[in-house]
C-alpha cells in the first residue's frame, strides 16, 4: 500500500468513525470493496429511504423548468439529449442554481468532441482526456451529484444503505485523488483504473 492509499483510508475512518486493519486494508482493491467493509462496520438500521429518488426528482424538476419540455425526463437519458452543444454552458450554470447542489464541472469534450480523446507529446498518445460528463446518464448525474454534497445531503450518524457509504466514498476519493467525480465507479480498482499507490 503506498502513501495515496494510506491517506485515502485514512480520511474514510476519519469520516466513518471506525477504523480499518492493515490486513483488511491491503484486500481493498476496487470502491466497491471499500464500500462493503465500511457498511458492514457501520450497517445498523438500513431503512427503504432511496436518496437517489429524491436528488433525481429534485435535478428533473430543474430540467423541466429550464428546458420547458413537457417530455418524459427517466434516469437512464443521456444529457446530451436535454441540452445542444452550444446552450450546454449556459444551462449547466442555470440547472447547478436551481439545483441549489454542486454539479460535476464539465469539461473540454463536452464543448467540442472533435478534441479526440488523448493528448498526443511527440506523435505518442499519453495523456486520456477526461471524459465528457454530457455523455453521461441523469442516473449517472444522480449519482455524481450526491458524491460531490455527501455533506449536505447524506447524515454520517444515520446512514441508512449501502448506496450513501458508496457515495460518501467516491466523493472522498474524488478529493483525495483528485480525479473528476465523473470517472470513478465502482468497479474501478484504486490501482489500474485510478491510479492509486
Not at 488523448?118 to 486520456?128: A, E, F, Q, R, Y
Not at 444503505?161 to 483528485?178: A, M, Q
Amino acid at each position: 500500500m503506498g502513501l495515496d492509499s494510506v491517506e485515502l483510508v485514512i480520511s474514510i475512518e476519519d469520516k466513518f468513525g471506525i477504523r480499518i486493519d492493515d490486513s483488511e486494508a491491503e484486500k481493498i482493491y476496487t470502491v466497491q470493496d471499500f464500500a462493503d467493509i465500511v457498511f458492514s462496520r457501520i450497517a445498523k438500521n438500513p431503512t427503504d429511504k432511496c436518496l437517489s429518488q429524491i436528488v433525481f426528482y429534485k435535478i428533473r424538476k430543474a430540467l423541466k423548468n429550464l428546458t420547458l419540455t413537457e417530455r418524459v425526463i427517466r434516469p437512464d437519458m443521456k444529457i446530451s439529449e436535454l441540452f445542444s452543444q452550444s446552450e450546454l454552458k449556459e444551462k449547466w450554470s442555470q440547472l447547478r442554481t436551481e439545483v441549489g447542489l454542486e454539479l460535476p464541472d464539465l469539461v473540454a469534450l463536452d464543448f467540442n468532441p472533435e478534441l479526440g480523446s488523448h493528448v498526443k507529446i511527440l506523435g505518442i498518445k499519453t495523456i486520456k482526456r477526461t471524459t465528457p460528463v454530457s455523455k453521461g446518464t441523469l442516473r449517472q448525474l444522480v449519482d455524481w451529484t450526491i458524491s460531490l454534497n455527501r455533506d449536505k445531503l447524506i447524515n454520517i450518524e444515520k446512514i441508512s444503505s449501502k448506496y450513501e457509504v458508496e457515495r460518501i466514498i467516491c466523493g472522498i476519493t474524488e478529493d483525495r485523488i483528485g480525479v473528476p467525480i465523473s470517472e470513478i465507479e465502482l468497479h474501478h480498482s484504486f490501482t489500474n483504473d485510478l491510479g492509486i499507490d
